[in-house]
């Protein structure tokens, strides 16, 4: 036999070993290359959507409030961009039982509301269409996903957003 086809031969015998092909022989088991790996790109305790990390924060805190503490852990308060994100917060907040703050407010023009984070408003999901009027911050319902605007000293448990860290 020649190194050549020895070689091959032992190969072969490894291959089959792995595929578990050989009766009586241990396989290693590769299950693990089959399975769908979630890659969380972001810090302990936040949750990553798309190219984001989300956390929820139970403390209740007024809206500015809030965000300074977003802030501090290297984000803004959520700013939601689709139905589908939106879903994806009003999960993470399952537990909460109340309304959470979001990043929306038009604390400094009356009607004319921007993110804190500073993304482009593209998607809203006020409760009835439409703001109320009656506050210049916003909320989403853990109970339905809505929008409410309500006084920015109310305080509210919230939900934070930063960008994923690919270092991380």
């Known amino acids: 036999m020649t190194a050549k086809m020895a070689f091959a031969l032992r190969l072969l015998i490894f291959l089959f070993v792995i595929n578990g092909q050989l009766s009586g022989v241990r396989s290693f088991s590769f299950d693990f290359w089959k399975k769908k790996v ?10 990553q959507f798309n190219c984001n990390c989300f956390i929820y924060q139970a403390g209740a805190r007024t809206f500015d409030d809030a965000e300074s503490v977003c802030n501090s852990l290297g984000g803004n308060l959520a700013s939601i961009r689709s139905e589908l994100e939106n879903t994806f917060v009003q999960g993470i907040i399952e537990e909460a039982n109340s309304d ?3 990043g929306y407010n038009d604390q400094d023009t009356e009607g004319t509301f921007v993110w804190t984070d500073g993304t482009t408003p593209d998607f809203e999901n006020f409760d009835g269409g439409a703001a109320s009027g009656v506050g210049n911050c916003v909320t989403l319902s853990e109970s339905d996903g809505d929008w409410q ?3 920015c000293t109310n305080t509210e448990a919230y939900v934070c957003i930063r960008p994923v860290d690919p270092n991380h």
């Open 100 to 102: 959470v703050w979001i």
């Open 149 to 151: 605007d309500v006084t």
């Open 38 to 47: 979630a890659i969380n790109n972001c810090p302990p305790g936040w949750t």
